[in-house]
């Protein structure tokens, strides 16, 4: 092996193509999680987004029982999708709040006269503060609080069919 | 029937690719001269089935035959025709079809004209390119059949989005492929020499036009991406070290490398295994490229159609062509003989100094492309940008631009700085002349004051390899690498002076308030409301007015489009012989001004006009090799008939 250094691309070649395929068989992870979880959610209060429903303050989400905070808005497609399961959580037992990013209250009105209402409070957040603040990124995202306002669970994305069993789970045992 | 007719040249096309491969191989063996007959018509009859497929799927597009899936989900019969016809490459199975096409035709050529190396060199060169082609074959027909027909034609198709209908998006991505291929010819030729051992001259002639081609392709290819860069993302800069365009940049490095250590094998018979090398780094460059991309392993600004499936059966052609050139390097290699040997002071001395260089930049934009890469794999997010590669970047580059602007005085083999010392002392002078004109004007930071010292001494000295020559005399080639070299000199004019002159201007205005930015004066006219077929907008109608000449209006907008939900700004240039306004719209304060944000950008054309030039001085070396070798052509052609008529009498 006196030519050992003609090996020396090879060998780099092959810790390339290692690194490569060990980052093709990762999950590629795309979603951005909060870390906020396991924490509480920090002190806030939204204006009412619709007229027959009151806002939302921090205190809303301290009263001891569980809640699901959707993060959503009139103007994502998404969460015209998501729609119909959030009816099936409300049915079942779940109680929502939303929080309506960057909305016109016509439109909020139009969106939910149009696709359900399965809010209890909706704030509004123009200027993604509150959303900033728990660690979503994105809309929609769903958020599992428990009494005491502590972030037991993120789900990030549009809520599915299979989602929902999961959700209530997950609101179950944060009201343990 | 014209999918099937496609479907069926490919089909035949890819056997035809086997025997090539097949038959080369064989006729490495004693006795196997019979085979390698076989072997040139298969590969120009492979390259004219390819290009008949490519063809038929032209056609398809061009009558939107809503029966093929691709034409459907791509097309629709409202498009006009233009981009119907681009919509046929604008996907990933058109996209490989046309790289295979390209790549067929390249080797038909090389079979049909190459007639100066060794027979065995040359079989064993057409059965290296089979063995790439046969694996792109494999990729198209088994997981991407772009004639894939419907099971029920569609009514109408899909493919009406008018953001993709953008004439510099059709020929972006064909340009970058055709350097690709290009390079993949150069592989070919290096695996071949390797073969059969014969790395000398004649190989460097016969892979020179190759490597010429396809830098040329990369270097337009790099130059309008990044001016769509510019232009499309609304953020004012020109390159911004994403992964994307890293990936297009590596290869251009080492065929920039390669091209320049080409150039010394032909003339002087030296580095012989370091142009090998450089011939299989370079197609692997193209192929890291194509798989960073496709692969979606980095993220990027760049959004692409991303599938990591695909990326596996990339990174499956990657492992087995380089892994297995490089194999065969570090066995035969070292059984290369040795070529000519030169001094430091000679051109070949400052070619290499060049290609260390290039190599040391391109290890250090690989490195910083794939170090996310490495370290993700130890669950640690890093992302490497500007501060990495800006700084460690210049401690190769500017020694090698200094060397550039004396390099191309030296004589072969060896030479005496003495005789160089007049001419050199003058670009000197003027570089330190610059640096001091441009250090007493103010402080503008190390590297742009650095770099217009520079590009003025290299513009300078780029045409001194004509002081004492009789200008109708220099060769066409020559005429070419001065016009590359001029060409980087005004490139780098542009960044440099980009960098260091630019002045930004972030103002939130009322409707009639001015703004003054470098030599312009900037009203907000008014902002409206304007919708286009998918997107909505507010559009501001802005009078620029330079240096208080007749004002001109520009309309920059901020668009919102609603599926998918998505905020783009459409800036607005206007441009002057010394630079542009580039100004972008932003949103609405809540006390009712409007963020406006403007930059005058000195030179800043001179990036992309020293693009066009680097590869118009690609294309006039080309000529003139080329012309260079049909005439030696000739030229033996007579001295044997003349040999031949003097035994006959």
């Known amino acids: 092996m006196s030519n050992f250094r003609l090996w020396i691309p090879l060998g780099l070649f092959a810790l390339f193509l290692g690194v490569a ?75 929502i709040v939303g929080v309506a990013i960057r909305d016109r209250p016509e439109d909020v009105a139009r969106f939910l006269a149009r696709h359900g209402n399965p809010y209890s409070k909706i ?15 994105g809309v929609p995202e769903t958020f599992v609080i428990d009494g005491n306002g502590v972030i037991q669970h993120q789900h990030i994305g549009d809520v599915r069919a299979e989602h929902v069993p999961i959700l209530l789970r997950e609101l179950a045992e944060a009201g343990q | ?57 032209l056609w398809l597009f061009a009558i939107t035959d809503l029966s093929v899936k691709l034409v459907a989900t791509n097309s629709h019969s409202a498009k006009p025709l233009i981009f119907k016809l681009s919509g046929a490459w604008g996907n990933h199975e058109g996209s490989m079809l046309l790289w295979i096409t390209v790549m067929a ?51 109408e198709g899909m493919g009406l989005n008018p953001l993709l209908q953008d004439i510099g998006l059709a020929f972006h991505p064909p340009t970058l492929y055709f ?20 790395v000398g001259p004649d190989f460097a002639r016969a892979m020179r036009p190759w490597v010429l081609g396809a830098w040329v392709f990369l270097t337009l290819g790099i ?36 091209l320049h250590s080409v150039s010394v094998l032909a003339a002087r018979d030296a580095l012989r295994a370091w142009t090998i090398m ?26 692409f159609a991303v599938d990591p499936e695909r990326g596996s059966f990339i990174l499956f052609l990657l492992a087995l062509y380089i892994g297995g050139a490089l194999l065969l390097f570090a066995l035969r290699a070292g059984t290369v003989t040795e070529g000519e040997r030169f001094s430091v002071t000679s051109r070949e001395g400052a070619l290499v100094f060049n290609n260390v260089m290039l190599s040391a930049i391109l290890g250090i934009v690989l490195l910083g492309t794939l170090y996310p890469l490495l370290t993700e794999a130890f669950d640690v997010r890093v992302s490497v940008g500007p501060p990495y590669f800006n700084p460690v970047g210049a401690i ?11 390099g191309p005085m030296l004589r072969w083999r060896g030479d005496s700085f003495d005789r160089i010392k007049f001419p050199a002392a003058i670009v000197a002078s003027i570089m330190l002349a610059v640096l001091a004109l441009v250090l007493v004007l103010g402080s503008y930071g190390i590297l742009p004051v650095l770099g217009l010292a520079i590009a003025i001494g290299l513009g300078v000295a780029s045409f001194l390899p004509l002081r004492g020559r009789k200008l109708t005399r220099v060769p066409i080639a020559t005429w070419g690498m001065i016009m590359a070299h001029f060409g980087i000199a005004v490139a780098l004019f542009g960044m440099a002076s980009e960098t260091a002159f630019s002045e930004e201007k972030l103002a939130a205005v009322s409707v009639g308030d001015a703004t003054d930015v470098g030599p312009w004066t900037v009203v907000l006219g008014s902002v409206e409301p304007v919708a286009g077929p998918n997107w909505t907008a507010i559009e501001g109608r802005l009078q620029a007015s330079y240096d208080g000449s007749e004002p001109i209006l520009l309309n920059p907008q901020s668009r919102n489009f609603w599926a998918p939900p998505q905020e783009t700004t459409e800036s607005t240039l206007a441009t002057r012989w010394n630079g542009q306004l580039y100004a972008v719209i932003g949103n609405q304060a809540s006390d009712g001004r409007w963020q406006l944000r403007l930059w005058w950008k000195p030179f800043v054309t001179l990036i992309w006009y020293g693009g066009i030039l680097v590869a118009l001085g690609g294309v006039l070396a080309i000529i003139g090799r080329v012309r260079g070798d049909l005439k030696r052509r000739y030229v033996r052609a007579r001295s044997d008939q003349r040999r031949e008529d003097a035994a006959a009498l």
């Open chain 1, 21 to 95: 395929a060990y980052q093709l068989t990762q999950p590629k992870d795309e979603f951005v999680v909060s870390t906020m979880i396991g924490k509480p959610i920090p002190d806030f209060a939204l204006r009412p987004s619709h007229p027959d429903r009151p806002g939302l303050t921090i205190n809303d989400l301290t009263d001891g029982k569980p809640k699901l905070l959707n993060i959503w808005a009139s103007w994502c497609l998404p969460c015209i999708a998501e729609a119909p399961h959030l009816e099936t959580l409300k049915r079942q037992g779940a109680e």
């Open chain 1, 123 to 137: 704030g509004a957040d123009d200027l993604s503060e509150v959303q900033l603040s728990i660690g979503s990124s």
């Open chain 2, 1 to 57: 029937m014209i999918a099937e007719l496609g479907l069926a040249a490919l089909w035949i096309a890819s056997a035809l690719a086997v025997l090539q491969l097949v038959g080369g191989v064989l006729a490495q063996k004693q006795g196997g001269s019979e085979m390698a007959k076989l072997v040139r018509p298969a590969a120009i009859t492979q390259g004219l089935l390819a290009a008949f497929a490519f063809l038929m799927l």
């Open chain 2, 278 to 303: 450089l011939g299989v780094v370079a197609f692997s460059m193209s192929m890291l490229g194509t798989f960073l991309v496709r692969s979606g392993i980095l993220t990027s600004v760049h959004a």
């Open chain 2, 179 to 198: 350097g690709y291929v290009g390079l993949s010819v150069a592989f070919s030729f290096a695996v071949g020499a390797l073969m059969t051992r014969k």
């Open chain 2, 396 to 406: 190769f580059t500017v020694p090698m631009l200094i060397v550039m602007t004396i």
């Open chain 2, 223 to 258: 130059t309008a991406g990044s001016y769509w860069a510019y232009y499309e993302l609304g953020w004012g800069g020109w390159w911004f070290w994403d992964p994307v365009e890293n990936a297009s940049l590596m290869p251009w490095l080492a065929a920039t490398a390669l």
């Open chain 2, 105 to 155: 035709m390249a080797g038909g050529l090389i079979a049909l004209v190459e007639r100066r190396l060794p027979e065995k060199t040359m079989m064993a060169t057409l059965a290296a390119q089979a063995f790439v082609g046969i694996g792109f074959y494999a990729f198209l027909l088994l997981s991407s059949n772009p004639f894939e027909r419907l099971p029920q034609p569609a009514v």
